[in-house]
Structure formats: C-alpha cells, structure tokens
C-alpha cells in the first residue's frame, strides 16, 4: 500500500516532467537577430521600406528582437525568394519581397524561377504599395508621353530603356506600355532601382518604368522627369503629373506593392505574432506618415490569410498581362 500510495503522489510529477522538459527545451523566440531579406540594392522602394518597417516592428516582437536588413539583389528580386524559400520556417528569415519577386517573375519566368510564389511561402501580411512612373532623364527634349511615343516610333533604332531586372515589375510595366502603345524599345536590366536611375541621371537610356519611392528623390532633384503614373488615380506625390489612363491609356492600372513572408510551414501561432506586430506597426501615423513620404503607400490591415489570397490575384493579374504582350523571356 505504501508503494501503490507513493506511486500515486508521484504520478502528476512523473507525467508533468516531459511537458516542462519540452517547454525548457524550447528556447524564446527570438533567440538570435531576425533576417529581414530584401530582393534588391540598398535605396529602393523595397529596402526604404523594409527599413522603415524593421524600426517599428522589432519592439512588438520581443525586448530583445533585433531585425537585421540583408540586401541580396538580383533576378529581380527572385534570388532573395529562392534564399527565403528554402530556410528553416523557425521566424529568423523574414522577407519583404515585392511584387516583381512573387508575381512578376514568376509570371514571366515560370521555367526558370525555383520556387512556387504562393506555396512554398507564409504569407504574412500586405505592407504597402504605390504606382510605377514612366520616367525620362532630366535632359531628355519628352514632356509627354506623346512626346515619348512619337518619338519612339520615329527613331531609326530602338530607344534603350531600362529597369529593375528582367520579368521585374518595371520590366513588364514597361513592355505592357509599350505593347499598348504600338512601338519596340530595346530593353537593359539592371540590379536595383538605384541603378536604374544612376543610368538615367547619365543619360545612358531613355526612359524607364521605376517604382514612384525609388524614382522620387531623383525628381526631385531635377535628374529625372516623370511623364505619367500607372495608377489609376494621381498621386499625391506628384499631383502635377497624370496618369497613363489621361494620356489615351484607358483602363492601365499598375501598381506594385510589399508582402511580408516567411518560409513555408511557419507555425500559425508565430505567424500571427508577426502579422499582429506588422499591423501595430503599419497604425502609427508616424511610420504612415514616413512611408508616404518615401512613396510607400501603406496597405490595409491583412490577415496571413487574406495575404496569401492578394498574392495569388497579384499573380493571376501580371500572368494576363503576359498572355496580352506575348512577352516571352529566359534566363541564362
């Protein structure tokens, strides 16, 4: 009786020891600096977004939560996804990937991008977006996008025009207004938006389709001219300019905008813990106010849910305008 009553009082302790070995065994998330990946050189629409974001987000993930930018151009964005989709789905490799990466690319590279834009990723949140700006050199004689057109179709030779990576936003932007507009130009990729724009400051091309928060400080400063927005609407950025629709472009409506996302099979519960400290984030008026300001405009609330669906529509949307241009692209 007096083993069976020892084992008794002893059972509860016995059964609790694997739970509060398991729980000690699970160090607190998170243990080490969290990498936040960007797809693209430092002083781009991504990156200034990213910074601005990790500012305000690494103190709601813990006291000592560190995010860390790492900058991993090329492709357009796609070597950083393909680095993201394969870590470890543990919350220490986080992305801010663009739309070039998760539904640009693969829409005009689907042989060679390595990775399912939408499934081999948890998405986490929509964090902003803004439109394109068809963009000429500061020096350039184009004041319009008639302007541009006619004199694309009377060159002798292709106008050089450059972005962001091949089957990059600015890339298929740039082919779709072409497209529509009924003239070929002769393509150049580069690394990043800065790049893109340190050519136009030279005059090396001729125009480009740039994202408005790379290309802002640049028409600022008289180095570049913009000639037309691809939203819908003007932007409040640059009031003075119109968009592609006022200019006999109906219906174009091109925006790209930042997911946040994490390698597949991050637990839900962590999921939510970074959704719910980007939503906190993205509601200070100060961060909506700097993201503005830089020409990130900051999204809605989302869900991982409700994200992972505007990526998918984001790819649907891109693999359309793909089919129109016939645009048909490789990588060596």
């Not at 001219?225 to 200019?247: G, N």
Request: charge should be positive; aromatic fraction near 6%; glycine fraction near 10%.
């Amino acid at each position: 009786m007096t083993s069976r009553r020892a084992f008794l009082l002893a059972a509860p302790a016995l059964a609790a020891a694997p739970a509060g070995r398991r729980a000690a065994a699970q160090p607190a998330w998170p243990d080490r600096p969290i990498a936040l990946v960007v797809g693209f050189l430092p002083g781009g629409s991504t990156d200034i977004g990213a910074r601005l974001l990790a500012d305000r987000m690494a103190p709601r993930l813990g006291p000592n939560a560190r995010l860390i930018i790492e900058n991993r151009p090329g492709a357009g964005g796609s070597l950083a996804a393909e680095h993201v989709a394969r870590a470890a789905p543990d919350g220490h490799v986080l992305t801010l990937a663009s739309a070039s990466s998760f539904a640009t690319n693969p829409a005009a590279l689907p042989d060679t991008v390595r990775y399912d834009p939408v499934g081999d990723f948890t998405h986490l949140a929509v964090v902003g977006g803004g439109p394109m700006c068809l963009v000429v050199p500061g020096t350039s004689p184009h004041r319009s996008i008639a302007d541009l057109v006619a004199a694309a179709k009377a060159a002798r030779a292709p106008l050089m025009w450059g972005a962001s990576g091949a089957g990059g936003i600015g890339h298929l932007t740039g082919e779709f207004f072409a497209h529509r507009a009924g003239f070929r130009a002769e393509f150049v990729p580069y690394r990043g938006g800065s790049a893109v724009l340190e050519a136009m400051r030279k005059a090396e091309i001729d125009f480009s389709a740039e994202v408005l928060a790379s290309a802002f400080p640049h028409l600022r400063d008289g180095s570049s001219r913009a000639l037309a927005v691809t939203s819908a609407a003007r932007h409040p950025l640059l009031p003075e300019v119109p968009t592609l629709a006022e200019q006999g472009f109906a219906g174009f409506d091109v925006v790209t905008s930042n997911v946040l996302q994490a390698p597949r099979g991050l637990p839900d519960a962590l999921a939510q813990r970074i959704n719910r400290a980007a939503m906190e984030a993205l509601a200070e008026p100060e961060l909506r106010r700097r993201l503005a300001a830089a020409g990130v405009d900051p999204a809605e609330p989302s869900s991982p849910a409700s994200t992972r669906d505007f990526v998918a529509g984001e790819l649907a949307k891109f693999q359309a305008i793909v089919r129109e241009t016939g645009l048909r692209l490789s990588r060596g």
